[in-house]
């Protein structure tokens, strides 16, 4: 699996954009880049995943470097519902399919 | 809703015990993946079932033990439980990725499990 680094905390005012940067230097070729986030007390939740071009949802953007070493999940206007932990997490096509989550970054908006 | 249900949302039991956790995935997909999540340790892979069949194994004790019937339920098994047990216990489940209709995987809302 590939390692990912994240910063472990981020802070946002809310109604502006936020770039939530992740490195996975040693992703490999066929390695989707998946994003998840978690809210206090419940589930993960997808956001939004891709594998080389830029990918846009109505939840939020995603930045991939050329390299494919590093990614931005980009929230377009941070709202107080966007507090959360998030996740980047590169995920193996074909297998187990399996998402190992890492320590995530926790972002928190403020009014 | 998500769609993956699990239940019971809480339980409390004692140690020695065991207990049954149970998740209902999402329509049509096939995959449901387990998951611990404790204070200390994260977000960890148990498990992966397909279509009945196991798929992957990640930090699963041998306390644990799951299945996925020919509905597609599966149920996670914990037997001599420890007060390290105690845990939040997701499920998720999805299609294969390799189908047009990924969409990414679907986490349930989680059983919080106590041991006391």
């Known amino acids: 699996d590939a390692k990912t680094t994240q910063p472990n905390s981020m802070e946002s005012n809310e109604e502006e954009p936020v770039h939530l940067p992740c490195n996975h230097s040693?992703?490999?070729?066929?390695?989707?880049i998946h994003w998840y986030r978690q809210l206090p007390s419940q589930g993960p939740e997808y956001v939004i995943h891709?594998?080389?071009s830029n990918v846009n949802n109505r939840m939020a953007s995603l930045a991939i470097a050329e390299d494919r070493k590093s990614s931005t999940l980009i929230l377009h206007r941070a709202t107080l519902r966007d507090a959360a932990v998030y996740y980047c997490?590169?995920?193996?096509?074909?297998?187990?399919?399996?998402?190992?989550f890492g320590k995530g970054t926790k972002l928190t908006v403020n009014p | 809703d998500s769609g993956v249900t699990q239940t019971p949302k809480h339980l409390i039991t004692a140690t020695g015990q065991r207990v049954t956790l149970r998740c209902s995935p999402r329509?049509?997909?096939?995959?449901v993946y387990w998951y611990q999540q404790s204070l200390d340790q994260g977000l960890q892979f148990l498990i992966q079932?397909?279509?009945?069949?196991?798929?992957a194994k990640g930090n699963i004790l041998e306390r644990f033990s799951a299945q996925q019937f020919p509905d597609l339920h599966s149920e996670l098994n914990l037997s001599s439980l420890e007060l390290g047990d105690s845990a939040l216990y997701f499920c998720?489940?999805?299609?294969?990725?390799?189908?047009?209709?990924?969409?990414?995987?679907?986490f349930g809302s989680g059983t919080r499990l106590t041991v006391v």
């Open positions: 891709g594998l080389t």
């Open positions: 040693t992703i490999s070729g066929t390695d989707y």
């Open positions: 997490i590169p995920r193996t096509q074909g297998g187990s399919e399996k998402l190992v």
């Open positions: 079932y397909y279509n009945g069949e196991e798929r």
């Open positions: 329509s049509g997909d096939l995959s």
């Open positions: 998720a489940s999805s299609v294969s990725a390799g189908t047009l209709r990924f969409g990414g995987y679907t």
